[in-house]
């Protein structure tokens, strides 16, 4: 249907590590642009999404049992995208718009399980194409040594 809202859109997260990745939480967003985003405003979302991982961290401590298997991924549909099917089918396509997708996530290994913690954020930009994205930040895997559910929200 013309015109409809495209609210969804599928993103893959594999687990291309020797460990599997344990108590996985992860928070996700996705939006279209007008302009390409600065440094500044890709660190400040990836910033704002750290802040409610940790909240979501805070709140289900270590009862979230998703476990990503070595050589698995899993799915995550990012919701809430105000975007319409026009926007996907011509103007993202078209190189008008850039369409963006933020994660962060944080997960335990059994080796370092209550010691410390791994912390992983991405951001990726599609233009022109769906069918690869370009990088917007170092997309970096750190491990945090600190336990995981001391944290304060300010806190990282």
């Known amino acids: 249907m013309p015109g409809e809202t495209f609210n969804r859109f599928n993103v893959q997260i594999n687990n291309s590590g020797n460990l599997?990745?344990?108590?996985?939480?992860?928070?996700?967003?996705?939006?279209?642009?007008?302009?390409?985003?600065?440094?500044?405003?890709?660190?400040?979302?990836?910033?704002?999404?750290?802040?409610?991982?940790?909240?979501a961290d805070a709140a289900t401590k270590s009862d979230v049992d998703v476990e990503v298997r070595v050589g698995q991924g899993g799915l995550v549909t990012l919701p809430g995208i105000t975007a319409t099917d026009q926007e996907f089918q011509q103007v993202v396509p078209l190189g008008l718009k850039p369409f963006y997708v933020f994660w962060t996530a944080n997960y335990d290994d059994e080796i370092r399980a209550g010691k410390s913690y791994w912390h992983a954020e991405f951001c990726g930009y599609f233009i022109a194409t769906l069918n690869y994205w370009h990088n917007c930040s170092p997309n970096r895997i750190q491990l945090i040594s600190k336990p995981r559910y001391e944290l304060n929200v300010g806190g990282g």
Not at 27 to 48: F, P
């Open 20 to 55: 599997p990745a344990l108590h996985t939480t992860i928070q996700v967003r996705g939006r279209i642009e007008d302009h390409e985003l600065t440094q500044k405003e890709v660190q400040d979302e990836l910033e704002k999404l750290k802040r409610q991982l940790v909240e």
